[in-house]
């Protein structure tokens, strides 16, 4: 039987690189191409070809790897139809809704803008995981550079809709900064102080917070839960939509 092998690590100042590897046929892919010579080294470590790049969205950060590896390689990078002219490399585009396999693997497109208006996240549902970049962070969501909140809020919520058994692999390590704001919208959630404390302690010792998992995002992170009753009361919006609730949620943070 195949499994798929995942491994994440480090990459420029605070994004996380992430390889995927078929344990079957040895195709691995990696989620984005960050920067070179870290995607270099745990493919070396590992004793793995990149054959693939899976592209969420143009920004510098997310792709400047991309022409590099694929001339070592030859990886066939698929990316988002909508931003395909800003993405360098692409060899095949996607949107929300396609699907495609990586070998043996469904991967699910789901269109997730607002940080930017083309950013995708790929689901795998038979390896119960999702790669969501800059939408969903652990206890956050990406800054909305060119969507609205409407937008973002909306693509959180296909994200929230995902089983609360997947795990979530993000772009960034920005876990103890958004644990900091959290406590500040849902103070008197108890399993959010409890992750917040967790969170301290792996990054006093240079450990990773992510990934994550849909569950436990639900349960901790203020921009998946607008509809909850303490933060309403909390912000003073009782009778607000989700929607304003979100927003004002994301206006907090932006000046945080
Ligand atoms: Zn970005
Ligand atoms: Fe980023």
């Given amino acids: 039987m195949t499994t798929l092998q995942i491994e994440q690590f480090p990459c420029r100042s605070d994004n996380f690189g992430v390889l995927i590897h078929d344990t079957a046929t040895g195709a ?36 400047e790897a991309n022409l590099a590896l694929k001339k ?30 990586f070998q043996e693997f469904d991967v699910e497109v789901i269109a997730t803008p607002g940080h930017t208006l083309g950013h995708i996240s790929y689901y795998m549902p038979g390896a119960k995981t ?9 206890l956050g969501c990406g800054r909305i550079f060119e969507g609205t909140p409407a937008q973002m809020h909306e693509s959180l919520q296909k994200l929230a809709a995902l089983p609360d058994d997947t795990v979530v692999y993000c772009g960034h390590e920005y876990t103890e900064a958004n644990a900091k ?5 849902d103070p008197d959630n108890r ?33 998946l839960r607008a509809g909850d009753a303490q933060i309403r009361q909390h912000l003073g919006m009782i009778d607000a939509s989700d929607e304003a609730v979100f927003t004002e949620i994301r206006k907090r943070k932006d000046n945080f």
């Fill in 28 to 63: 691995t892919a990696s989620i984005d191409a960050p920067e070179e010579n870290p995607i270099l080294d745990v493919l070396e470590e590992q004793g793995w070809q990149l054959t693939h790049i899976l592209v969420t969205h143009h920004h510098h950060d997310h792709v």
């Fill in 72 to 101: 070592k390689f030859g990886a066939k990078i698929i990316g988002p139809r909508d931003e395909a002219d800003r993405i360098p490399g692409l060899d095949e585009t996607v949107g929300g809704g396609d699907k495609f396999k």
């Fill in 130 to 138: 999702a790669f969501t970049a800059d939408t969903l962070f652990a």
């Fill in 181 to 185: 704001f959290a406590l500040t919208i």
């Fill in 191 to 223: 399993q959010l102080v409890k992750r917040a404390a967790e969170i301290s302690a792996l990054r006093a010792n240079g450990e990773p917070t992510l990934p994550t998992t849909i569950g436990l995002e639900k349960q901790t992170n203020p921009f």
